[in-house]
């Protein structure tokens, strides 16, 4: 909860652009924001030339570096690419879901065979997967989840649709007006995410066991992790941690 007001204040100002599990961090009782190299002020009026942050959490938008749901009547506005605090928000919005999906809610288990599968749809690990782009557009199957976590899922799924509500909303013209439907969405996520915390004090979650489910993977389509990107760099694999 503290990292989503912390990002609240912050995109006042500016655009961290590289929400991950691995800019998040606990310290003092207290969610931080953190490795902000990518950060940019949010009136800068630079265009995103290049993809950046991490792969698994970043903005569909940002990886196919264009507007998504911009549906023009009559004819169509050139605009160039420019990441926007939206895209920070479903950065927000794929930690949640990673959390739920990646997890299982017994130690030394792992999540079923369908939580896996649908955690690779979400998470195909890879750029430009047609995959991951619909698994975002429709609504999450939570009912694979362990029933501990199934309330928070459909909570996320919630969260999911009113994202896809911002992006339309905004994107009604270009360059997108993002400001009142960013509003509105930074209350919905407060909201669900306070009673995501309020509901979740009784439920633990731990690392799967990577060993069994190197053993058994559920799918073939599964490729090398890709999590920090920046197209100017040489790509790395990195795992989840």
Same mark, same amino acid.
């Given at each position: 909860m503290d990292v989503h007001k912390d990002f609240c204040t912050a995109s006042a100002v500016c655009t961290p652009r590289d929400i991950s599990t691995g800019s998040v961090l606990y310290w003092g009782g207290m969610g931080e924001l953190a490795d902000l190299e990518y950060a940019k002020h949010i009136n800068s009026s630079v265009t995103? %030339?290049?993809? &950046?942050? @991490? #792969? %698994?959490f970043m903005a569909n938008e940002v990886e196919a570096? &264009?507007?998504l749901f911009y549906d023009p009547i009559g004819d169509a506005v050139e605009c160039s690419f420019r990441f926007n605090p939206l895209h920070d928000m479903e950065s927000l919005w794929w930690i949640a879901t990673w959390t739920l999906y990646y997890h299982p809610d017994q130690k030394g288990s792992r999540p079923s065979s369908e939580q896996i599968t649908e955690l690779y749809q979400l998470f195909p690990g890879r750029l430009d997967s047609a995959s991951r782009r619909d698994a975002? #557009? @429709?609504p999450l199957d939570y009912?694979? #989840?362990?029933?501990?976590?199934q309330r928070a899922g459909r909570l996320v799924n919630y969260m999911r649709r009113e994202i896809k509500g911002a992006y339309t909303e905004s994107e009604e013209e270009l360059p997108p007006l993002y400001s009142n439907p960013l509003k509105r969405l930074q209350s919905t996520f407060t909201d669900h995410l306070t009673s995501i915390v309020a509901d979740s004090t009784d439920i633990r979650i731990f690392s799967p066991n990577a060993k069994r489910q190197q053993e058994d993977p559920p799918s073939d389509t599964r490729e090398a992790k890709q999590p920090k990107r920046d197209d100017s760099r040489e790509p790395s694999n990195v795992g989840h941690q």
């Open positions: 995103h %030339e290049v993809r &950046t942050g @991490t #792969l %698994e570096q &264009t507007y975002f #557009l @429709t009912g694979v #989840l362990p029933a501990s976590f």
